[in-house]
C-alpha cells in the first residue's frame, strides 16, 4: 500500500507563491506517475500536474501552465508543486496521488493512492 502526506499549503495573496509537498512511503521511480489534484468547496476534483516517474516528463492543466512546475526528488521520496503567480481561483485542498505500475499520465492519469490533502488560500 502507498501512502501520501502533503504539507506545505497555506494562505498567501494574489500574485505571491507557495511550495506544497507530499512524501511517499514508496520510492519515488519506476513505471509509475504522480500528480496533484485540487477541489474547491462544491466544486469537482480537477487535474493540476502529473510526472511519469521513468523519464520526468510532465503535463499541466492549461489553467496552471506557465506558472506551476511539478517536481520529484528521487532520494527524499518526495513530489513538490512550486506555484508561482497564485489566483484566488487557484484555492483549494490539493491532493498529491499515485498510480499503481503504469504510464498513463496526463489526463489518462488514474490515481490509485490518495493523501489527506493540505489547503491553499488565495487572497485578492
Known amino acids: 500500500q502507498v501512502q501520501l502526506v502533503e504539507s506545505g499549503g497555506g494562505s498567501v495573496q494574489a500574485g505571491g507563491s507557495l511550495r506544497v509537498s507530499c512524501t511517499a512511503s514508496?520510492?519515488?521511480?519506476?513505471?509509475?506517475?504522480v500528480g496533484w489534484f485540487r477541489q474547491a468547496p462544491g466544486q469537482e476534483r480537477e487535474g493540476v500536474a502529473t510526472i511519469y516517474l521513468l523519464d520526468s516528463s510532465a503535463w499541466y492543466a492549461d489553467s496552471v501552465k506557465g506558472r506551476f512546475t511539478i517536481s520529484q526528488d528521487y532520494v527524499k521520496k518526495s513530489l513538490y508543486l512550486q506555484m508561482n503567480s497564485l489566483k484566488p481561483e487557484d484555492t483549494g485542498m490539493y491532493y498529491c496521488?499515485?498510480?499503481?505500475?503504469?504510464?498513463?499520465?496526463?489526463?489518462?492519469?488514474?490515481?490509485?493512492?490518495w493523501g489527506q490533502g493540505t489547503q491553499v488560500t488565495v487572497s485578492s
Open positions: 514508496v520510492d519515488l521511480y519506476g513505471n509509475r506517475c
Open positions: 496521488a499515485s498510480s499503481g505500475f503504469s504510464s498513463r499520465c496526463g489526463t489518462a492519469f488514474e490515481p490509485a493512492y
